[in-house]
């Protein structure tokens, strides 16, 4: 198990990589996001119990991570279909008659 502060620097990490996971989520065909999202949401529980942390503890931070993941995700599903989105999205919306 990780000593206080080296906990404390993983799941910094882990926070600071949900713009780049709801990016990758985003990118994914709609009908596979929420699948995605309850993978990344098992992750992120692994890596708090992996570090050792109560069950009450993990459940809330866990909660205050998936809510952040889930609008950067939807904001940016919005984004695509406003146009903005990425050329792979696009060309599914357009093959789907979009």
């Given at each position: ?31 596979f996001r929420e699948g995605a999202l309850k ?60």
């Amino acid at each position: 198990m990780a000593g206080g502060s080296e906990r404390e620097k993983i799941l910094e990490v882990a926070v600071s990589g949900i713009p780049r996971i709801a990016k990758v989520i985003a990118d994914f065909p709609i009908e596979f996001r929420e699948g995605a999202l309850k993978v990344a949401e098992r992750r992120y529980r692994q890596t708090v119990c992996d570090l050792g942390y109560a069950e009450a503890d993990t459940q809330g931070w866990i909660s205050v991570v998936m809510f952040r993941l889930r609008n950067q995700v939807a904001e940016l599903s919005t984004k695509e279909l406003d146009g903005s989105g990425s050329e792979a999205e696009k060309s599914v919306q357009i093959s789907k008659g979009g």
